[in-house]
């Protein structure tokens, strides 16, 4: 930003403002400026018009007397920093006098430097590039933090509404033959889960939960475009009511090498209440909570690699009873891999047991408000989804 050899077409980039009563120190200034294109000069002689004028000319430094009628040069100071416009303008004051208690004061009411005038034009002007410039980057760098404020906010909105489109998707719950309720807290950031159920025919239901890696928009446009793959049983060559063929069928349409290195773990499963059955398939998903009438738990663990790692994997599919009363839990890595105020990390075992241990009544409040408690905060790093369906009697 130096101006050491402007050309004659360069536009002011330093504004000066001098505030002295003495036209003959304006004049000696306003020659030492007229050589060099990128200073432009104000001339306030009147002290009592000094804050108008900045106001109005919005200088990079305001060269200003000390001693002048009518008004304190001090008290002027003082009011350059009381006033909004000139708060952080740079202001470099002149005396007549070396005097080492006047420059503390000046200093301590908010002056940046201290003049005995009039010295050497060479030293006149590298000060006042230095001011000014000085001057000009801190506003430069006020408008990029407001830009990125604004970035920022604009951001967080999109992913707030990104959010809010993902909770659209999210069935509403059920009851009768089978019951569902659900929980579903997006993090800040926007993770990549999606859940859902919907009857295949008259006594089978889908019921899956996945979780793409990663935050942001990325991960919850792919979750929304493989949940919109499985609610429509669209998935090339896949049967819907066979878990395995699913998995199968989503893991060719969504390979990681062509979905810019995302892959997601999920769990399906088709509930038969006419059978008394549930026919499922894991891929690196956290194991699903099946908890019988009597109060028995069991893990569905997954069998094999998640979505998009490998390209023709195949996924078991294994058949589980589900008489009346059972209830089956999907739920998110964000409920579990949370961070304890001591710095250790919660263990999927520790979760589960606190799982299996919970009140029928407020079933998933409980769960909810055990991670929680476990973290010791509310938000959750990464996305938490809580899905229980239950077989009725």
Same mark, same amino acid.
């Given at each position: 930003m130096s101006d050491a050899n402007p050309s004659?077409?360069?536009?002011?980039?330093?504004?000066?403002?001098l505030v002295d009563d003495q036209p003959i120190i304006g004049e000696a200034v306003r020659r030492m400026l007229e050589p060099h294109a990128q200073f432009a000069f104000e001339y306030c002689r009147d002290p009592l018009k000094a804050i108008e004028s900045a106001l109005r000319f919005k200088p990079t430094v305001i060269l200003q007397d000390l001693v002048m009628p009518g008004v304190d040069g001090l008290d002027l100071v003082r009011d350059y920093r009381a006033t909004e416009g000139t708060r952080e303008t740079p202001l470099v004051v002149l005396s007549s006098k070396e005097e080492p208690a006047t420059k503390a004061e000046a200093f301590a009411r908010g002056a940046n430097d201290y003049l005995v005038k009039l010295p050497d034009a060479l030293e006149v002007l590298a000060r006042l590039r230095y001011h000014s410039n000085g001057y000009i980057a801190q506003i430069e760098r006020a408008a990029a933090y407001r830009a990125l404020d604004e970035s920022r906010a604009h951001l967080l909105e999109e992913v707030r509404r990104a959010a809010e489109y993902v909770q659209s998707l999210l069935p509403a719950p059920i009851s009768g033959?089978?019951?569902?309720?659900?929980?579903?807290?997006?993090?800040?950031?926007?993770?990549? *889960?999606?859940?859902?159920?919907?009857?295949?025919?008259? =006594?089978? @239901?889908?019921? /899956? @939960? @996945?979780?793409?890696?990663?935050?942001?928009v990325g991960p919850a446009l792919l979750a929304v475009s493989a949940m919109n &793959?499985?609610?429509?049983?669209?998935?090339?060559?896949?049967?819907?009511? *066979?878990?395995?063929?699913?998995?199968?069928?989503?893991?060719?349409?969504?390979? &990681? $090498?062509?979905? =810019?290195? &995302?892959?997601?773990?999920?769990? /399906?499963?088709?509930?038969?209440?006419? $059978?008394? $059955?549930l026919e499922w398939s894991n891929a690196g998903h956290p194991p699903a909570v099946l908890l019988g009438p009597g109060g028995d738990a069991s893990r569905l663990d997954s069998q094999g690699l998640m979505i998009g790692a490998a390209d023709g994997m195949s996924w078991e599919r294994v058949r589980t009873p589900t008489p009346p009363g059972t209830r089956l839990l999907l739920y998110s890595d964000g409920l579990y891999e949370v961070r304890r105020p001591n710095g250790s990390i919660w263990t999927l075992d520790? /979760?589960?047991?606190?799982?299996?241990?919970?009140?029928?009544?407020?079933?998933?409040?409980?769960? @909810?408000?055990?991670?929680? $408690?476990?973290?010791?905060? *509310?938000?959750f790093a990464d996305d938490a989804s809580l899905l229980e369906v239950e077989v009725g009697s």
């Open positions: 004659t077409n360069d536009a002011p980039t330093h504004r000066i403002l033959r089978v019951n569902t309720d659900w929980r579903f807290i997006p993090s800040a950031a926007l993770g990549g *889960d999606c859940f859902g159920y919907h009857w295949l025919d008259a =006594n089978r @239901l889908a019921v /899956y @939960l @996945l979780d793409v890696c990663g935050h942001g &793959m499985i609610r429509t049983s669209s998935i090339p060559g896949a049967d819907a009511s *066979d878990p395995s063929a699913v998995l199968a069928g989503l893991n060719a349409a969504f390979q &990681m $090498s062509q979905h =810019n290195g &995302m892959f997601f773990t999920l769990f /399906y499963g088709v509930l038969d209440v006419a $059978s008394a $059955s520790e /979760y589960l047991d606190g799982v299996t241990k919970a009140k029928r009544q407020g079933f998933l409040d409980a769960v @909810l408000a055990r991670s929680r $408690s476990v973290q010791g905060h *509310d938000d």
